[in-house]
């Protein structure tokens, strides 16, 4: 029998009921994510994306199909799962360093409280933001609360990091800064992501694969489309390759030739 991949998602269909019948936001999406895979999803706004990514984290249950992470069926939130979300969502009255400490508090039972201190600095220093440890969420950049939120997510050591996209709200200075960040992190660590964007060259700087949906209702994958830049990687040499200018183009043409924007279509 063929070996089921790190996490699988099998035929995935959600359906919404609304007061005018019943939506159907997802078609039988089939997604396979090897251990230390970075892999995007991008597709015009509405497709589904979030959608999916919900069901990965737990919090839609599809209609039909069933999500696989390391050979266990996955119809619940579960600390195995961090999400990153464009809104970092971190409690304002607690300082950066208990903001993290209460996730690592949550996942981390068998380290005593000195460990547990240890584990959230390193955390906080990888994302670069062990100095501002006893600063609260009001004091900080926009970019450095998504510092914090990235630092949350991997102290929990997840089997899979979710991000929505993280850097939505970000000028395009620190939205750079941050991708790097990101970059660094995957060299180091070598997670498992799947990761939300609408942006092309975000997608092509930091996935394995890049998954191109097809507009909805009933969204689909359209293409599935490896990125052979190699890691490590650092922004300016990976932009000049031609492997980056290739995929580059080979989502520019899914997105705004054979699927353009449906609300453009609508305009014209
Ligand atoms: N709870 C719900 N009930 C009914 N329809 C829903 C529900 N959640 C999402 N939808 C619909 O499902 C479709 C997909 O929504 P989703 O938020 O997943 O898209 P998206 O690709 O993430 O969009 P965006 O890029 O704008 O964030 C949309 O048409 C949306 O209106």
Not at 157 to 169: H, K, N, S, W, Y
Not at 231 to 236: D, E, I, K, S, V
Request: overall charge neutral; some cysteine; proline content about 4%.
């Amino acid at each position: 029998m063929k070996q089921r991949s790190y996490l699988a998602l099998e035929d995935i269909t959600v359906e919404f009921p609304t007061k005018k019948g019943s939506f159907c936001a997802l078609d039988k999406i089939n997604l396979s994510i090897e251990k230390g895979e970075f892999v995007s999803l991008i597709g015009h706004s509405g497709c589904g994306k979030s959608t999916l990514l919900n069901v990965v984290a737990g919090l839609v249950k599809p209609t039909r199909g069933v999500v696989f992470l390391n050979d266990a069926v996955v119809d619940a939130p579960g600390v195995d799962r961090a999400v990153v979300f464009q809104d970092h969502s971190l409690l304002p009255w607690l300082t950066v360093e208990e903001n993290v400490r209460l996730a690592v508090d949550k996942t981390t039972r068998d380290k005593t409280k000195a460990e547990r201190k240890d584990w959230v600095l390193h955390n906080l220093d990888l994302v670069q933001m062990a100095h501002a440890a006893s600063k609260r969420p009001g004091e900080l950049s926009g970019g450095m609360k998504q510092r914090v939120g990235i630092a949350r997510a991997i102290a929990m050591q997840p089997r899979v990091l979710l991000m929505d996209e993280p850097f939505g709200a970000l000028d395009a200075l620190t939205r750079a800064a941050l991708q790097d960040v990101v970059m660094d992190l995957q060299a180091r660590l070598n997670n498992t992501v799947l990761m939300i964007t609408h942006d092309v060259d975000e997608a092509v700087l930091l996935s394995d694969r890049v998954i191109m949906m097809t507009n909805g209702p009933a969204a689909r994958i359209g293409e599935d489309l490896k990125v052979h830049i190699p890691r490590p990687r650092a922004r300016l040499a990976a932009m000049d390759l031609p492997e980056y200018a290739d995929a580059r183009h080979a989502v520019v043409h899914f997105l705004h030739d054979r699927y353009r924007n449906p609300s453009t279509l609508q305009a014209a």
